[in-house]
């Protein structure tokens, strides 16, 4: 399990940098309980923002705790979209200094990582921390359609219909997971869908 | 690898203390590309003794036709620092390893923040050029006993202009780390090279300024340190080598013609980690590359830097 595949990512989990002049923290879902969990004190929850994606059902409940801990700010994201463009608002602009934490699933991690690449942020300097359930993000490498939630091993492919393998094979830059055609020796021999990613 | 063979086309002594050397093919045409902050391991002959020594290429890397170093005199020179500023002369051969390049700029980076003190300054000859003609944001900050005495500086000041700020002790400037590092841009890089306690003071301020590891690079290049004479036996070779009070065991198990893996020769890079199979007493590590648990382990000496004291070393080579 371990390492089998370098590209698969580790997410040591939440630590807070002490000396960080601002911490910005972007959460989806489970991920608000990194955050609660890590209870920072008063001088830190001075100088974080925190970017909030609820999701069902425990949402509401996740940002009042949030709220709790009396953030510089607390902002609560429609969508995933929304979300990570408020934060590469955030991060453009910002000084050597800001850390970025992520907790969540797999693909708002993933997702983030992708948004702090591109704002000069090495994805090892990012604190990050997997919540909620596995399902995973998922492109096809023969369509590049990107499958959201994917729970089932193999799944298949909402964009051309093919029936994927889904590997460790992870894209940093994607922030998915590769699906390969699993039956394309003898189309149809693939074999039934079960659970893999919950 | 293949050795290149090299000819002194030019020595300039205008710093005293500080000798520039360029280095030309000896059969003419192009010298391999290298890239900003590489290294370059000099063979010297001097009488019995082969040197090899690690030196920064300090010239413009898009320039082949030649390589260029600048040596200090160092005043407890192991040999290499004098044999270069005593004995070279214009037109003498020397040969040199491949460049390789441990101190390479995070190309990702925003802006390039770079803290030199002394001759710690050759790398940033190679990168500013480098950062300049593609047009990358940087600044560098020059800690030197003098202006007369800090190499390079001139040459800097006209190339770069403000993006160059020196701090001559003599007239009592002195660098503010924490103002350096206090409010640059995300994504921005810094990379020190120097004296040991002005490279530590430059990454401490980052640290303590919440930057990330992962922005931070410091080339240590150091002369291995001298001390009591040790023997090592070579459990392969069958062979025993004894290492002088000024020589590294690196050093002593070239000279007894053992093809022991290298590449800093400076205790940075990790090439070098040798199997110690036994050890009846004391590794003493010099190195930077084993971490604090590696040391303790004890299985591992890194050959450039480290020595030993005891009864017996035996080395898996």
């Given amino acids: ?56 059902p425990d949402g509401a409940a996740q940002a009042v ?16 979209a929304a979300l990570l463009s408020r934060l590469a608002g955030l991060l453009d602009g910002a000084r050597m200094g800001t850390r970025l934490y992520a907790a969540g699933s797999e693909g708002f991690i993933g997702q983030v990582l992708v948004v702090a690449e591109a704002a000069g942020i090495d994805p090892l300097s990012v604190a990050t921390e997997h919540r909620g359930n596995r399902a995973r993000r998922v492109q096809c490498v023969h369509c590049k359609t990107v499958a959201e939630e994917v729970t089932t091993q193999p799944c298949a492919c909402p964009g051309c219909g093919l029936t994927l393998f889904v590997r460790d094979h992870y894209s940093r830059r994607l922030g998915a997971f590769q699906g390969v055609c699993i039956d394309a020796e003898e189309p149809g021999s693939a074999p039934a869908a079960e659970e893999a990613f919950r | 690898m293949t050795e290149l063979a090299l000819r ?27 890239s900003a902050g590489a290294h370059l391991v000099l063979a010297m002959r ?3 003794t082969l040197r090899r020594n690690p030196y920064s290429l300090c010239s413009d890397p898009e320039d082949r036709s030649g390589y260029e170093i600048a040596v200090r005199r160092a005043e407890r020179s192991r040999g290499g620092s004098a044999f270069l500023h005593d004995r070279l002369a214009v037109g003498d051969l020397l040969s040199a390893g491949q460049p390789a390049n441990l101190f390479q700029p995070d190309w990702r980076g925003r802006r390039h923040v770079m803290v030199a003190g002394g001759i710690g300054i050759t790398p940033f000859m190679a990168m500013t050029a480098t950062f300049d003609r593609l047009g990358l944001p940087f600044e560098l900050h020059y800690a030197c006993r003098s202006r007369a005495t800090a190499a390079f500086a001139d040459l800097l000041v006209a190339r770069h202009g403000a993006r160059v700020t020196l701090y001559p002790s003599d007239e009592g400037r002195r660098i503010d780390l924490a103002a350096v590092v206090g409010d640059q841009p995300l994504g921005t890089h810094l990379y020190t090279c120097g004296p040991d306690a002005l490279m530590a003071a430059a990454l401490q301020a980052a640290r303590d300024a919440g930057w990330p590891d992962q922005a931070l690079h410091a080339e240590r290049f150091e002369a291995p340190p001298p001390g009591d004479p040790f023997t090592a036996t070579l459990a392969r070779s069958g062979i025993e080598v004894t290492v002088g009070r000024d020589q590294s065991l690196l050093e002593a198990l070239e000279a007894a013609g053992v093809a022991a893996p290298c590449l800093c020769r400076g205790g940075a890079c990790g090439e070098c980690a040798t199997r110690v199979i036994e050890a009846r007493g004391t590794i003493l590590h010099n190195d930077h590359f084993l971490s604090p648990g590696e040391r303790a382990a004890g299985d591992r000496i890194m050959t450039c830097m480290s020595r030993f004291t005891g009864d017996r070393l035996v080395l898996d080579l």
């Fill in chain 1, 1 to 56: 399990m371990a390492a089998a595949f370098l590209s698969r990512p580790v997410y040591p989990g939440l630590a807070l940098v002490p000396q960080a002049r601002r911490h910005i923290f972007a959460l989806e879902g489970a991920g608000a309980g990194a955050l609660t969990d890590l209870a920072p004190d008063a001088g830190a929850l001075t100088r974080s923002d925190i970017l909030y994606l609820p999701r069902d």
């Fill in chain 1, 65 to 80: 705790a949030l709220a709790a801990l009396g953030a510089a700010s607390l902002w609560q994201a429609p969508d995933l």
């Fill in chain 2, 8 to 34: 002194v086309a030019a020595i300039d002594d205008a710093i005293p203390g500080i000798r520039r050397i360029r280095l030309v093919p000896r059969t003419g045409g192009l010298l391999p590309a290298f």
């Fill in chain 2, 46 to 48: 001097d009488g019995p």
